[in-house]
């Protein structure tokens, strides 16, 4: 009598969502590299000023000295350590950008929302005056209201907030259109759900990933913002330290001390670039038609 032999299922393995979006990010080198960047700037802005002492401290012994044992990158036209001051920057910098990026997501998100998911009149009305924000140049835009404003971080915050609105209301906007014809909302709406319960609880938790893309693309941008702005005299003032202030003081001695402009440059170049490759590489991973 024959035997049937009888296949052996194999099993099911169950990878959780947080694991396979951690397989696909580290499968792209650039964004690790990102992640590196961001990690290494974030650890300098929170730990370096704790051990690099006081960006204050004059040594006028030691002025414009090179980098040393003593000095790691040296010192500026005042004998004060500028590993210490961009430690320090880093803090400004940070804070700045992601205060910033935080305060336009907070404003901006719930008038996208309300643009994209009511139209009419209200639709038309904000996306007008959103289309006409978006026609002046980011850092021309946060240049004027930094003059109008006042020059204080506070107020750079402030300003390069208003300045990241208009993208992050059209991102939102354009977010909340696709959403609110899904089945999903539809019978939210046949249940009786508020407009506000919709928006919050179906609407915004689906447009989170274009969100945090958005906000990892907007961070460097707000970051070259400070710096500019504390260069031309309208963001942070001396003697507290800021890398654009840094670069401001450095134009004096290019010839004499090039380190002054290379160090507080080449970290803006650093944070900048590892939060790009940080965002492209979310965009490509929480995005579901890239797989």
Same mark, same amino acid.
């Given at each position: 009598?024959?035997?049937?032999?009888?296949?052996?299922?194999?099993?099911?393995?169950?990878?959780?969502?947080?694991?396979?979006?951690?397989?696909?990010?580290?499968?792209?080198?650039?964004?690790?590299?990102?992640?590196?960047?961001?990690?290494?700037?974030?650890?300098?802005?929170?730990?370096?000023?704790?051990?690099?002492?006081?960006?204050?401290?004059?040594?006028?012994?030691?002025?414009?000295?090179?980098?040393?044992?003593?000095?790691?990158?040296?010192?500026?036209?005042?004998?004060?350590?500028?590993?210490?001051?961009?430690?320090?920057?880093?803090?400004?910098?940070?804070?700045?950008?992601?205060?910033?990026?935080? /305060?336009?997501?907070? =404003? #901006?998100?719930?008038?996208? !929302? $309300? @643009?994209?998911?009511?139209?009419?009149? +209200?639709?038309? *009305? &904000?996306?007008?005056?959103?289309?006409?924000?978006?026609?002046?140049?980011? /850092?021309?835009?946060? =240049? #004027?209201?930094?003059?109008? !404003? $006042? @020059?204080?971080?506070?107020?750079?915050? +402030?300003?390069? *907030? &208003?300045?990241?609105?208009?993208?992050?209301?059209?991102?939102?906007?354009?977010?909340?259109?696709?959403?609110?014809?899904?089945?999903?909302?539809?019978?939210?709406?046949?249940?009786?759900?508020?407009?506000?319960? &919709?928006?919050?609880?179906?609407?915004?938790?689906?447009?989170?990933?274009?969100?945090?893309?958005?906000?990892?693309?907007?961070?460097?941008?707000?970051?070259?913002?400070?710096?500019?702005?504390?260069?031309?005299?309208?963001?942070?003032?001396?003697?507290?330290?800021?890398?654009?202030?840094?670069?401001?003081?450095?134009?004096?001695?290019?010839?004499?001390?090039?380190?002054?402009?290379?160090?507080?440059?080449?970290?803006?170049?650093?944070?900048?670039?590892?939060?790009?490759?940080?965002?492209?590489?979310?965009?490509?991973?929480?995005?579901?038609?890239?797989?």
């Amino acid at each position: 009598m024959s035997q049937v032999g009888l296949a052996t299922a194999a099993p099911v393995v169950r990878v959780s969502q947080g694991r396979r979006l951690r397989r696909r990010f580290l499968r792209r080198p650039m964004a690790v590299i990102g992640l590196v960047l961001v990690a290494a700037f974030v650890l300098l802005a929170l730990v370096g000023p704790l051990v690099s002492g006081d960006p204050l401290a004059q040594d006028f012994g030691a002025r414009l000295a090179p980098p040393s044992a003593h000095h790691l990158l040296g010192t500026d036209d005042l004998g004060r350590d500028v590993f210490a001051r961009i430690a320090h920057g880093a803090r400004v910098s940070l804070l700045a950008g992601v205060a910033s990026t935080a /305060l336009a997501v907070v =404003v #901006g998100v719930p008038i996208g !929302l $309300g @643009a994209g998911y009511f139209r009419g009149w +209200l639709d038309s *009305a &904000i996306m007008r005056l959103n289309d006409v924000l978006l026609a002046f140049p980011f /850092l021309i835009f946060a =240049v #004027g209201l930094a003059a109008i !404003l $006042g @020059a204080s971080l506070r107020n750079v915050v +402030l300003a390069l *907030a &208003i300045a990241q609105l208009p993208s992050v209301i059209r991102i939102t906007r354009g977010e909340a259109l696709v959403l609110r014809d899904q089945d999903f909302v539809s019978g939210a709406v046949a249940d009786g759900a508020r407009p506000i319960t &919709i928006m919050f609880r179906y609407l915004l938790p689906n447009s989170l990933n274009a969100l945090i893309v958005q906000a990892t693309v907007a961070i460097p941008g707000a970051i070259i913002g400070e710096a500019a702005l504390s260069f031309l005299g309208l963001g942070v003032q001396p003697p507290t330290p800021s890398w654009g202030v840094m670069l401001t003081t450095a134009q004096q001695f290019l010839a004499q001390a090039p380190q002054l402009a290379i160090f507080p440059g080449l970290m803006i170049a650093l944070a900048t670039l590892g939060f790009n490759l940080l965002g492209d590489g979310l965009r490509d991973v929480l995005d579901p038609r890239s797989h």
